[in-house]
């Protein structure tokens, strides 16, 4: 695609959602609101008061999320997960579901009073890593440094420098670091934590936290205190369980059932696969950890859909408008 094209069709869609703004405060898309039907299971990750691009992509203000909430309340049905799975759906609206993935401290600070504001339940899916004693998920770490770090930096004696969406890559094999550490264990994720913090010390400036934070033992506590909140299981350590072997993610899988049963004394049935990577090996691991409800990105192949435990999401995105999110979880498609 030529250079002109690609701003053609950046514009033109830039129009489409400005258009789509205006028809819908003007009333003209009405019709197309009031006879939605169907259900939808929306992913969430991180809620901050500002800046929300500032070192992840997938982040919304809560401003933003507190406008979607308002059309929720208004042409939507929000059931909970496990009234999603019983299909315990309105006839007369179009259903959804809202998620959080990753156990972001800001959730509970910024999204649990708005969710209990507007009486809108949702689910949140926490790994096990504070547990470990860890405040912060490998690949967010990693994106901060690999954001504000030099153009240049070496690990285990291999250099790595900043390309395309500021990632290291290695100048050997050209492979990024992130991948890298992806199909490893969590032990080295945690020697890159440790060796490469100098680079950028990030936690010595509050005003970061909201981007980064994961909830405390406490704050996971008293998220599932809520009428509004259920906790599901995201991992462990938030690896890719696609990338162990089966052995390794049942144990992942079980280990952070285990530790979030103990934690809020209540069932853990749900999990969130991290990064939305499965096969049916890690299915048949989850169902034999005692999971019952299997939440995915896009379906690998259709066999997946006539799983009884497996559910599609959808996932956010925070550079179109309130309104467009809307249009686009009704026909779950971006454009």
């Excluded at 899916?125 to 004693?133: K, Q």
């Excluded at 405040?135 to 070496?154: A, E, M, R």
């Excluded at 990064?275 to 299997?294: F, P, T």
């Amino acid at each position: 695609m030529s250079i002109y094209s690609k701003i053609h069709t950046k514009l033109s869609r830039k129009f489409k959602g400005y258009r789509r703004d205006v028809r819908y405060y003007l009333g003209l898309d009405k019709a197309f609101y009031n006879n939605a039907r169907g259900s939808r299971i929306l992913i969430y990750h991180g809620i901050c008061r500002d800046d929300h691009t500032r070192f992840n992509p997938i982040f919304l203000t809560a401003k933003i999320f507190e406008d979607h909430l308002k059309l929720y309340k208004k042409h939507c049905n929000v059931v909970s997960l496990d009234d999603y799975y019983k299909s315990n759906f309105s006839d007369g609206k179009f259903n959804i579901c809202l998620t959080f993935d990753d156990g972001f401290a800001n959730n509970h600070k910024y999204a649990l009073p708005l969710l209990e504001k507007y009486q809108v339940p949702a689910t949140f899916f926490i790994t096990g890593i504070a547990n470990e004693g860890y405040d912060i998920l490998w690949n967010d770490f990693l994106g901060i440094v690999s954001k504000y770090g030099p153009q240049t930096i070496y690990y285990k004696n291999e250099e790595y420098y900043k390309g395309k969406y500021d990632l290291y890559y290695s100048a050997d094999s050209r492979i990024t670091l992130k991948d890298k550490l992806r199909v490893t264990g969590f032990d080295d994720k945690a020697d890159m934590m440790k060796e490469l913090y100098a680079l950028v010390p990030f936690k010595k400036e509050e005003r970061h936290t909201d981007y980064w934070l994961q909830m405390t033992m406490a704050q996971i506590k008293e998220l599932a205190t809520s009428q509004y909140a259920t906790i599901g299981a995201h991992g462990y350590y938030h690896n890719d369980l696609v990338q162990t072997s089966p052995e390794d993610a049942f144990t992942e899988m079980l280990n952070v059932k285990q530790y979030l049963e103990a934690l809020i004394k209540k069932p853990i049935t749900s999990l969130a696969f991290p990064y939305g990577s499965y096969n049916q090996d890690v299915i048949n691991e989850a169902k034999k950890a005692g999971y019952k409800q299997l939440l995915a990105m896009d379906f690998y192949n259709d066999r997946d859909g006539a799983d009884e435990t497996m559910r599609e999401r959808l996932t956010v995105n925070p550079f179109i408008s309130p309104v467009n999110q809307l249009h686009a979880t009704i026909t779950r498609k971006y454009d």
